[in-house]
């Protein structure tokens, strides 16, 4: 159980405490259980009739809700640094790069790959992320994607299976789909609990993308997907089609496209990762256009070897806003909150009575600086479900 005082501003996401997006409360104090949930926050100067356990002053700071990270691939072995080097020197991203990392991975032993999440994802926490998805998706054969996903399990409960991320060297596309569909996913599905599908030039395309996300609903998964990272395709309007809970990249999008994810009303989330975007020097997203379309926009990192190889959400948050040309409000709430409705999940995200005690105190006043300070580590404390797990209070 623990109390936090003077928090110059604290975001809660919660609209009822004012206007704007994020539910700014000033001057404000937090209270949580021992189970690691918030009892109850509000104004310093009612503190007092809610707990009688000695407050940590935080001095002032900001306080966020924990970063929601819906979109990694940390299950991989080896890096692809050369290929960064090339593709710096200019040679173009593919997604063929996959294949390399397929390999590396399938040479780890298990220890390595779980050693691999473990790496990343302390990383990630550091720098705020209180809950991260894993996925699978650089074994692509039925043992390594099942221990893929054994690995990424040791993390966190968010894990995705992404056996359909490209098709392996050698093995025929439909016989491919066939085994994703059958024996993989029989095999997978026990350790995830979505399932993903890249749909996108040199992966898959929309026929075998459904085929792919039916199989993994039928068999109780919960649907994601990469679609229009790298060009413009139906991925987006399959997403849609089926109602997946977020379609990530969407990098190329059609107007129609746009009109498709505003008309569900926020159950099917488009999450950008402007990072991937970023370390492939491609075009990014237009998440104002999303946005001002009425369409439900989440950030995530994209965490992986070979087109985004960053864990930070601080940095997703600054690319959003200087680059994407979202409010600092709208971005910062990308990154919490709209990564939990990526995620379906009510109990992050925000910070209201009954959250998950997931929260960052940053070493600034108000969370503008995360934006404003580009590549600058302001993470003072990152506190998961009641307990300080990185830095100090
Ligand atoms: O989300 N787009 C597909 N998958 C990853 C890239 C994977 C890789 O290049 O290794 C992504 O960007
Ligand atoms: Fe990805």
């Given at each position: 159980?623990?109390?936090?005082?003077?928090?110059?501003?604290?975001?809660?996401?919660?609209?009822?405490?004012?206007?704007?997006?994020?539910?700014?409360?000033t001057?404000?104090?937090?209270?949580?259980?021992?189970?690691?949930?918030?009892?109850?926050?509000?104004?310093?100067?009612?503190?007092?009739?809610?707990?009688?356990?000695?407050?940590?002053?935080?001095?002032?700071?900001?306080?966020?809700?924990?970063?929601?990270?819906?979109?990694?691939?940390?299950?991989?072995?080896?890096?692809?640094?050369?290929?960064?080097?090339?593709?710096?020197?200019?040679?173009?991203?593919?997604?063929?790069?996959?294949?390399?990392?397929?390999?590396?991975?399938?040479?780890?032993?298990?220890?390595?790959?779980?050693?691999?999440?473990?790496?990343?994802?302390?990383?990630?926490?550091?720098?705020?992320?209180?809950?991260?998805?894993?996925?699978?998706?650089?074994?692509l054969?039925?043992?390594?994607?099942?221990?893929?996903?054994?690995?990424?399990?040791?993390?966190?409960?968010?894990?995705?299976?992404?056996?359909?991320?490209?098709?392996?060297?050698?093995?025929?596309?439909?016989d491919?789909?066939?085994?994703?569909?059958?024996?993989?996913?029989?095999?997978?599905?026990?350790?995830?609990?979505?399932?993903?599908?890249?749909?996108?030039?040199?992966?898959?395309?929309?026929?075998?993308?459904?085929?792919?996300?039916?199989?993994?609903?039928?068999?109780?998964?919960?649907?994601?997907?990469?679609?229009?990272?790298?060009?413009?395709?139906g991925?987006?309007?399959?997403?849609?089609?089926?109602?997946?809970?977020?379609?990530?990249?969407?990098?190329?999008?059609a107007?129609?496209?746009?009109?498709?994810?505003?008309?569900?009303?926020?159950?099917?989330?488009?999450?950008?990762?402007?990072?991937?975007?970023?370390?492939?020097?491609?075009?990014?997203p237009?998440?104002?256009?999303?946005?001002?379309?009425?369409?439900?926009?989440a950030?995530?990192?994209?965490?992986?070897?070979g087109?985004?190889?960053?864990?930070?959400?601080?940095?997703?948050?600054?690319?959003?806003?200087?680059s994407?040309?979202?409010?600092?409000?709208?971005?910062?709430?990308?990154?919490?909150?709209?990564?939990?409705?990526?995620?379906?999940?009510?109990?992050?995200?925000?910070?209201?009575?009954?959250?998950?005690?997931?929260?960052?105190?940053?070493?600034?006043?108000?969370?503008?600086?995360?934006?404003?300070?580009?590549?600058?580590?302001?993470?003072?404390?990152?506190?998961?479900?009641?307990?300080?797990?990185?830095?100090?209070?």
């Amino acid at each position: 159980m623990f109390a936090l005082t003077g928090i110059g501003k604290l975001v809660t996401n919660d609209p009822i405490h004012d206007s704007g997006l994020l539910g700014v409360i000033t001057d404000a104090a937090l209270v949580a259980d021992e189970s690691g949930r918030i009892t109850w926050v509000g104004k310093q100067q009612d503190l007092t009739s809610h707990t009688d356990i000695r407050p940590i002053d935080v001095g002032g700071r900001c306080v966020i809700p924990g970063f929601v990270d819906s979109h990694t691939h940390l299950v991989f072995a080896g890096d692809r640094a050369e290929e960064f080097e090339a593709r710096m020197a200019g040679r173009p991203y593919s997604a063929g790069g996959i294949r390399t990392t397929m390999t590396a991975t399938r040479g780890a032993s298990d220890d390595a790959l779980r050693a691999n999440v473990a790496r990343l994802a302390a990383e990630a926490l550091a720098s705020g992320t209180t809950t991260i998805e894993v996925k699978s998706g650089y074994g692509l054969s039925t043992p390594d994607e099942e221990r893929s996903l054994v690995a990424a399990r040791t993390a966190t409960t968010e894990t995705t299976f992404l056996g359909a991320h490209v098709v392996p060297p050698g093995v025929n596309a439909d016989d491919y789909v066939a085994e994703v569909t059958g024996p993989m996913l029989e095999a997978c599905a026990p350790h995830a609990r979505w399932i993903d599908v890249f749909c996108d030039r040199g992966a898959f395309d929309v026929d075998q993308a459904r085929e792919i996300l039916r199989a993994g609903a039928a068999k109780g998964l919960d649907m994601r997907m990469h679609a229009n990272q790298l060009q413009h395709g139906g991925g987006v309007a399959l997403g849609v089609e089926l109602g997946v809970a977020s379609c990530d990249h969407c990098t190329h999008l059609a107007d129609t496209d746009i009109e498709a994810l505003a008309s569900t009303s926020g159950s099917t989330v488009a999450t950008l990762l402007p990072t991937a975007e970023l370390c492939t020097r491609s075009p990014f997203p237009n998440a104002r256009r999303l946005i001002d379309a009425g369409v439900t926009v989440a950030l995530a990192s994209d965490c992986n070897p070979g087109s985004s190889y960053t864990t930070s959400m601080p940095l997703a948050i600054s690319l959003g806003v200087i680059s994407m040309h979202m409010t600092c409000d709208e971005a910062l709430w990308a990154a919490t909150a709209g990564g939990a409705k990526a995620l379906r999940r009510e109990d992050v995200g925000s910070l209201k009575p009954g959250s998950r005690a997931d929260l960052v105190v940053l070493n600034a006043a108000s969370h503008i600086h995360l934006a404003y300070r580009p590549g600058v580590a302001q993470i003072g404390a990152v506190v998961r479900e009641g307990r300080v797990v990185a830095g100090s209070l």
